[in-house]
DNA sequence: GCAAAAGTGTTCCATGTACACCCATGT
DNA sequence: ACATGGGTGTACATGGAACACTTTTGC
């Protein structure tokens, strides 16, 4: 049997906060075709890879994080005959978020690598390689509504997060302020979340450094049931932030916060899922 | 450059309500794999054409309708390299919506088409060609959830449907009682709809003879094709009695509908858009 | 007249919004 | 001590759910 041949591949919009500004993971293209453009990473599917397989090697090839440390889920498949000069191509565009990357490093057809802020390609109109500007479009449009009626906001925080951060997540990406109060009774009785209240080690990937593999999850917390507690906020304050530190690749995280030191949440069962009622934002900017 | 050579095909979902039960169309394989089991319409995507073209085509080669009697999104693209015995394919699926369908006919490789209940599938888990079980389950969802948030529900309608009709359209899919008086408000209220009360006709391809050529649209609702429940009235709006009585010169389909007799909406600006508030159905069946 | 369906009015209640206020801590 | 941000209480507005009620037609 015959038929037209296509090219497969996949593109990964992979996007995260740094320094409180939504960003996008891009790289500038070193091939033929819009050489020296930005463009999202991605490549050829393989002869025996399912389609997110194909993500998420991609995703891992192009940032080195381990496949825990992200939300990798599928938008759409783009195929305009006329959108690749070189061949027939239909690309299968995916969508990703993670908490922080440690150094975006050129793959294997790419020149650099660069966390360019969401905005500059909306507001400013950054043109891209491809039609790389509409999967972008697409893909912040997607997310925006997910954080709707899902907890991957969560996956933009490190593993244990307070309310506060996890508010600032959600003010940054839909740019609209949050009642804090509001927000705090959202996360408690939302029935997503849960405070990082056992004593049983959370191993994430990125506490690489050696002497951390076992710091129980009692050292990031805030108040638990148990014995000694506000002896312990002195040690969140030392610990939790490092890792920070470790992720955001040395960028200095502030330090200057004050108040009452805030409890620690976690998603509850582990991986982001969806919510029982959506989180309404009401200014919706196209 | 070389890269791994894929076929790609579209996949179309196609619903519409008749007799009130929420149907797809599917065709019985007459080919190689899968022989004798249904199957989603579709084919593959030829060289020149765009993904949206390919099931456009697709579709009215299948069902004979013209391209402005259909709503079609893109669903996903699915692409497990098991999912096709024959070849590496990957497929990317549409949904698409429909007032009715003049009588299914079998397409190029299809022996035979039918309109099947959607649940049959979903309760009976009748199994598909493919993976085009789960193809339809996340086609289904999506509908649910697209009813919510645009007007796409119109599309089952005529073109002049009255509040009970897409009402009806609700209930059917939603499987869930709505209250008429509540979505008497919406349909009013919404700003997504206007009632039919002009006197500008409608050029409609049903507009016969000469005479007949400013007919207004409320005398040209679609011809019910056999359907036991009839509701397809040529009654107007208590604004335009007298134009009631000139359709109904014309030999008029039966009616054996009682009470007041109600008049007509349509969606604005023609096709179906967003809803500024969404319609939100309470329970939420899997 | 009676039944059935369109369409309106109105009450009740859940939920979201705004904001005051207390609490705990770092400087 | 006091400024700062976490966290709670609460009053008010909004909007949907439920349902009574009127109107208009077919039988």
Known sequence: MSYPPFAVTVDIAL????????KILLIERGGDPYCGDLALPGGFVLPDEDLDAAAARELEEETGLADDAWHLEQLAAYGDPARDPRMRTVTVAFWAITASLPRPRGGSDAAAAYLVPVDRIEG???????????????????????LETTTIAAQFCPPAFTVAELRKVYE???NTPLDPGN???FVRDSGA????SSFKPIVHARATPHARVLEPAVALLGPSEGATD????????????SLDRLASGEKTVKRSRRGRPASRWMVREGRPGMLAKPLRRKTDDS
């Open 15 to 22: 996007f995260t906060i740094e320094d409180d500004i939504f």
């Open 124 to 146: 400013d109109h950054l043109r891209l390689a491809f039609d790389h500007d509409r999967i972008v479009e697409d893909a912040v449009d997607r997310i925006r509504s997910r």
């Open 172 to 174: 940054t990406i839909w």
């Open 183 to 185: 927000f705090q009774r």
């Open 193 to 196: 979340f849960t405070p990082v």
């Open 230 to 241: 506000d002896t312990e906020a002195g040690s969140s304050a030392d610990s939790a932030p």
